[in-house]
């Protein structure tokens, strides 16, 4: 039998992990260890576990060696619509928090900048607003353990963010939904757009995608009970670390 190709290998390990042979945090054998294993050269592993590092089922480390990572966190609908709840359990953390938390993943949120602005073409259109008219805009990083997993702006019309933590430059406890919430925003609707994309250049430096990396591109847009947009919100995921989830949605 000749032997095995890189992609066989890759193959064989994917299936190896998805077995539970190599749970997650556990370090798989050696590049030389792999080698004899599967009578090839080392390259040939390499290779192998390349692809693997692709598709965000390994990472490497000089210290370390190639070790099995963790499953992406799952970032449900029911995250943001809960987080305008006041008196849900855990009500100081934000969705992306909370999400974490409730997989045993230690996460952070960065903010990374809080300003006026004018609409972008985009987002204004989006808002219902004519072109240029004054927003807030808040960005955020959003880390699982140590990884950066996504990046986020938020738009809400000045109007509505005036006087409010929204214009302040301190991360928001609860989330930007509470705060909306508290701000006296009575919530009614979202509405999601989901698409993958390859990654502009900085955001492959910013997120440290492999060179086929994939990022998850969502652009949402909030309305209250009387139909106003008051938030969009964009976000671009590492498809490695982050899956979104939308449960019971309505059929007919």
Same mark, same amino acid.
């Given at each position: 039998?000749?032997?095995m ?24 054998p ?25 598709a ?29 709840d ?5 009500r100081?953390?934000?969705p992306w928090e ?27 259109e989006l808002? &219902? ?6 927003v *807030?805009? !808040?960005? %955020?990083?959003?880390? =699982?353990? /140590?990884? $950066?997993?996504? +990046? ?19 991360k ?23 698409a993958?994309?390859?990654?502009t ?11 086929? &990396? ?6 949402? *847009?909030? !309305?209250? %009970?009387?139909?106003? =947009?008051? /938030?969009? $919100?964009h976000? +671009?995921?590492?498809?490695?670390r ?6 019971d949605?309505?059929?007919?």
């Open positions: 039998m000749p032997p190709g890189y992609r066989q290998i890759a193959a064989a390990l994917r299936a190896a992990i998805d077995a539970g042979e190599h749970p997650p945090g556990s370090r798989l050696t590049e030389a260890e792999l080698a004899a294993e599967y009578d090839v050269s080392r390259e040939t592993v390499r290779r192998a576990l390349a692809v693997l590092k692709a965000g089922l390994v990472t490497t480390a000089t210290s370390q060696g190639t070790v099995v990572a963790r499953p992406p966190v799952r970032v449900r609908l029911a995250h943001y619509a809960t987080a305008a006041p008196d849900r359990p855990g100081d953390l934000g909370t999400a974490c938390a409730e997989q045993g993943v230690t996460s952070r949120v960065e903010v990374t900048g809080v300003d006026r602005v004018p609409a972008p073409e985009q987002v204004a808002l &219902g607003l004519p072109a240029g008219s004054e *807030v805009r !808040r960005g %955020r990083r959003m880390f =699982a353990g /140590e990884d $950066l997993a996504q +990046v986020q702006e938020s738009w809400v019309p000045a109007d509505v963010a005036a006087g409010t933590p929204l214009e302040r430059p301190e928001l406890v609860g989330g930007l939904y509470a705060a909306l919430t508290a701000a006296g925003v009575e919530l009614a609707a979202a509405t999601e757009e989901v993958g994309r390859g990654p250049a900085e955001e492959q430096d910013l997120l440290g995608l492999p060179e086929a &990396g994939t990022v998850l591109e969502v652009w949402r *847009v909030t !309305r209250d %009970r009387t139909g106003r =947009a008051v /938030e969009v $919100l976000t +671009v995921s590492d498809i490695r982050v899956a979104r989830v939308y449960e949605l309505p059929i007919g």
